[in-house]
Each structure stands twice: as C-alpha cells, then as structure tokens.
C-alpha cells in the first residue's frame, strides 16, 4: 500500500499548494505557483485580486515602469477619480496583502520557458526561478515621445495623451494638437467638446502625399477642422517651454489646472498655449509575449475576449494596454485582468477534475491489489 499513498500524498499536497509560499534565498529551490502575473499596473493587480479571493496561490512580479507614472491625477476611475496614480496602486497591493494566498514582488521578469502544456519556467532578474502553471501578462505599453524638447519633460503635465484623463481640466483654454497631419481630425473630434480655441501643429507633415492619403482616408476632413476654427501649424517645432506650473495653478474645486506654455517655431515664431493633446506611437513595454509566441496584432498582444483573454499560446494570458482589445484606459485593464482571472481560476479546476478522475481510477483497482496482496503476505508469514 505503501507506493500508491505516498503517490496519493504527493498529488494533494500538489494540490492543496494553496498557502503563500516564502520566497526562496537566490538559486534556491524553485518555487510552484498556479499563476505568475507579469506587471504591477493596475491589469496585472486586477488580476492578482481576482485570484486571491478564491485562494489560488499566485505570485505578482512588478518592475515599476507604469505608463501613467508622470500623470498628477487619474480620472475617470470610478470611485477613484482624480487620486494619484501612485496612491490608486498602493490602495490596490495594501488591500490585496491581506490575502494569505499571494504574493507582490519587485523585479523585472527576463524570461519565460514553456516547459510542456501545464508548466512555465520563469526567471527574474536576480537569477529566481519559477514554476507556474500559467502567465498572464500586463506588462504595459510605452509610449514613443519625438525627441523635440519639452515634449518628455512635461509629459502627463501639460502635455497630454488622452480627453477623457486630463481634458477636463484645460477645458475652455487655448489648446494645441500635437501630431502629423493624418492624426489631427481624430483628435479633433476627441477634444471638440471640450474646448474651441484650437491649433495643430503637425511641424512639417503638411507635405502634398499625406494630404491626397487623408483625403481619401478621411473624406471631409477640411470642412471638419473649418467648422470646429481649426488652425494648422506646419512649421517646425524647435522647442516647447513652459511658462507657468499647473501643478502650482489651479482650482481643485473647479477642478482646473493652469499651466501654459510657448511654442517656439524653427523660423522664430512663438505661439502661447495653456495644454497640448497628442497622438504619437506607443509600443510593447516588454518583448516577454513576443518571446513566447505570443501573435502581434498592431503591435497589440492577440487575445480573446471571449475566452478571458487567452491569447494564441496555451496558458498564456494577455491583459491590460498590451493587450489587442484596442482600448487602454485603467477601467480596460481592470477588467481585462478579472477576466483573466476568472477563466484561469475555472480553467485549473477543470484540469485538476480530469487528473484527480484519472489518479482516483487508479488508486481504487491498486489499493484493492495492494490489499489483496497485503493479506497473501501476511498469510505467508504467519
Ligand atoms: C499620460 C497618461 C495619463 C493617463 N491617465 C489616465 C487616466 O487618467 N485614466 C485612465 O483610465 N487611464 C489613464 N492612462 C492610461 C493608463 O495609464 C493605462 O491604461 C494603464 O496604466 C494600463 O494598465 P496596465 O496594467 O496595462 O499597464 P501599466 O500600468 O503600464 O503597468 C505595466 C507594468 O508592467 C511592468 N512590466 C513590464 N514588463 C515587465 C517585466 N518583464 N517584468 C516585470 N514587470 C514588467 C511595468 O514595469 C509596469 O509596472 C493614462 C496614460 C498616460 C500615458
Ligand atoms: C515595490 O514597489 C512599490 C511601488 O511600485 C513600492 O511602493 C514599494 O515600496 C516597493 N517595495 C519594495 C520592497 O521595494
Ligand atoms: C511539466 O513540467 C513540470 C515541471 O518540470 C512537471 O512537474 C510536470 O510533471 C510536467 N507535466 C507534463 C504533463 O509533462
Ligand atoms: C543565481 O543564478 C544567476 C544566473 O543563473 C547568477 O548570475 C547568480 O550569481 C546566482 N546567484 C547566487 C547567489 O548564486
Ligand atoms: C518635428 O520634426 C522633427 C524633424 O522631422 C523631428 O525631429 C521632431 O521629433 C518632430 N517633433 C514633433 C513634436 O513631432
Ligand atoms: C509643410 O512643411 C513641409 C516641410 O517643411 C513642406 O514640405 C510642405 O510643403 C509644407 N506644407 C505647406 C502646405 O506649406
Ligand atoms: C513661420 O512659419 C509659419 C508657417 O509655418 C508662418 O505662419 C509664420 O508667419 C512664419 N513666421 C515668420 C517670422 O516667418
Ligand atoms: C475566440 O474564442 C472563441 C471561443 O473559443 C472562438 O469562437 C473565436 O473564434 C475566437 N476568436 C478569435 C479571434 O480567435
């Protein structure tokens, strides 16, 4: 009876591997997870509270270069909104502490292995290792800013990525579109609500080609910028610099911010505006999807949404702005990552029925083997 118990003990000590786990010393033993998540932002935390509350043992591995990182306030979270985004994340991992079953770690996640169909071989930068039945990744995009000064160095503060996370704040200013020719209708209709007083600087891309491709791309779109007042700019943009601190100017009970700024044009030109909305290009924050095989669509992580955003590999999952849902906003990533969440919780009950089924099956005919031959030794010895 001895072999077919210890096999038994083995499977639901596997099993039942639902307490938190101390992390190991370096190269250490390697540690047995149900769930890795890749990210700390708010789709990779999601996620991690998704798994939490139903016990799963999971851990969050977070390398701490969120897309928001330089933004004042968050908006549009409910029940949230206008707090920093450093205090909706910290709110997020004190609350999720709480649960015995996961664990939050700092660190850079520098590659996944998929050993076979039930286990992945993650490694961090400090050389720990990980086996985790599944991965779900909300790494994050990073967005690709012209090198043109002032633009990096008033990020999130002034100059801006989208209406509905500071727009409201610069309501009624003089605002400028920054962007090529082809983004500014798009922009446009965004910011159209919000304000009238509007400029385009598309510094340069006004060029014969890309106006016959907008034309046919966007029929109409001159008599869409001429209603609206739209300028366009099409000088060179030499630098932006910033004449006064929102941070500093503003009303949080109207909830406006004040900043301002100069536009200095390459021939000499300065134009004064109080905020920017952009459209520039963003990219995967990390290569770990593509590594895994993981489809690139528009340069999006293919995932399902039907099936709780697995993607194309088995196992692996991918949430939040990385994802190719087309939406990037912290409403998207939450969501995203309990979607996540759910399907893998349900997804492991199903694969850990079909092994208990089959160890069951083999434990009933062996213990009656076992014992059988059990009662002929002892009849033997006797
Ligand atoms: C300027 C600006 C302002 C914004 N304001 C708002 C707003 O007001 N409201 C709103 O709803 N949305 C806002 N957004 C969008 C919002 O920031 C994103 O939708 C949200 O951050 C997406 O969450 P995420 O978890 O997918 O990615 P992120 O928050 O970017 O988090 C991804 C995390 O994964 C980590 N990571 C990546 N690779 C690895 C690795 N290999 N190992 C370990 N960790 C890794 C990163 O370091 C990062 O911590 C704003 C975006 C910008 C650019
Ligand atoms: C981990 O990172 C978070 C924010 O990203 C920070 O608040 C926390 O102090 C860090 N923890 C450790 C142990 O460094
Ligand atoms: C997959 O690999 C893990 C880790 O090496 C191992 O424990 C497990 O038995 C393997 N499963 C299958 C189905 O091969
Ligand atoms: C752990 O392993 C990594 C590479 O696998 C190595 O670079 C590192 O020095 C090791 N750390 C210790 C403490 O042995
Ligand atoms: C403007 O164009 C110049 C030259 O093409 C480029 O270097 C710069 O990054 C552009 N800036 C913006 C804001 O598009
Ligand atoms: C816009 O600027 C570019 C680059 O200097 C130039 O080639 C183009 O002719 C300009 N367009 C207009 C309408 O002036
Ligand atoms: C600079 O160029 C813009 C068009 O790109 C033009 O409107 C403006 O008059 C020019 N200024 C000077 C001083 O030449
Ligand atoms: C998503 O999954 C569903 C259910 O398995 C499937 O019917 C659908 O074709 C999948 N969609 C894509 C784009 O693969």
């Given amino acids: 009876m001895i072999p077919v118990l210890a096999y038994l003990l083995a499977f639901f000590s596997a099993l039942s591997s639902i307490s938190a786990a101390p992390l190991p010393a370096q190269n250490q033993t390697i540690l047995n997870f149900d769930v890795i998540v890749v990210g700390g932002g708010p789709s990779g935390l999601s996620a991690l509270s998704g798994l939490a509350r139903v016990r799963r043992n999971a851990l969050l591995i977070d390398s701490g270069e969120y897309r928001n990182q330089w933004t004042r306030h968050a908006h549009d979270v409910i029940g949230s909104d206008g707090v920093t985004p450093a205090y909706f994340r910290a709110n997020a991992r004190q609350q999720i502490a709480e649960y015995p079953t996961v664990t939050m770690q700092n660190g850079t996640v520098t590659n996944i292995e998929q050993l076979n169909s039930t286990a992945f071989l993650v490694t961090d930068s400090s050389g720990i290792q990980y086996i985790s039945r599944k991965v779900i990744l909300g790494t994050g995009l990073q967005d690709i800013l012209p090198s043109t000064p002032g633009i990096s160095e008033n990020w999130a503060r002034g100059i801006y990525w989208c209406p509905w996370c500071d727009g409201y704040e610069?309501?009624?200013?003089?605002?400028?579109?920054?962007?090529?020719?082809?983004?500014?209708?798009?922009?446009?209709?965004?910011?159209?609500?919000?304000?009238?007083?509007?400029?385009?600087?598309?510094?340069?891309?006004?060029?014969?080609?890309?106006?016959?491709?907008?034309?046919?791309?966007?029929?109409?779109?001159?008599?869409?910028?001429?209603?609206?007042?739209?300028?366009?700019?099409?000088?060179?943009?030499?630098?932006?610099?910033?004449?006064?601190?929102?941070?500093?100017?503003?009303?949080?009970?109207?909830?406006?911010?004040?900043?301002?700024?100069?536009?200095?044009?390459?021939?000499?030109?300065?134009?004064?505006?109080?905020?920017?909305?952009?459209?520039?290009?963003?990219?995967?924050?990390?290569?770990?999807?593509?590594?895994?095989?993981?489809?690139?669509?528009?340069?999006?992580?293919?995932?399902?949404?039907?099936?709780?955003?697995?993607?194309?590999?088995?196992?692996?999952?991918?949430?939040?702005?990385?994802?190719s849902d087309g939406s990037t906003n912290i409403p998207h990533a939450m969501w995203s990552g309990k979607r996540s969440a759910v399907d893998i919780h349900l997804q492991l009950a199903e694969e850990d029925a079909v092994s208990a089924t089959a160890i069951a099956g083999i434990t009933k005919r062996d213990l009656e083997d076992e014992e059988t031959a059990l009662l002929r030794f002892m009849e033997l010895v006797q």
Avoid: C
């Fill in 170 to 323: 610069h309501r009624d200013q003089p605002l400028g579109l920054l962007g090529s020719i082809e983004k500014i209708p798009g922009l446009v209709e965004e910011v159209r609500t919000l304000n009238t007083d509007l400029i385009a600087f598309v510094n340069g891309t006004m060029t014969a080609d890309r106006v016959s491709a907008l034309d046919s791309s966007t029929p109409g779109w001159e008599n869409l910028l001429t209603t609206y007042g739209v300028t366009i700019e099409n000088g060179t943009i030499g630098d932006i610099e910033r004449i006064q601190d929102g941070a500093v100017y503003n009303s949080q009970i109207e909830k406006a911010e004040y900043d301002k700024f100069l536009v200095h044009l390459d021939n000499g030109t300065t134009i004064e505006r109080a905020a920017f909305f952009t459209s520039f290009p963003s990219t995967q924050r990390s290569t770990l999807g593509q590594s895994l095989g993981v489809v690139l669509v528009e340069g999006k992580l293919l995932a399902n949404m039907t099936v709780g955003m697995r993607t194309n590999v088995d196992g692996v999952y991918a949430v939040g702005d990385a994802n």
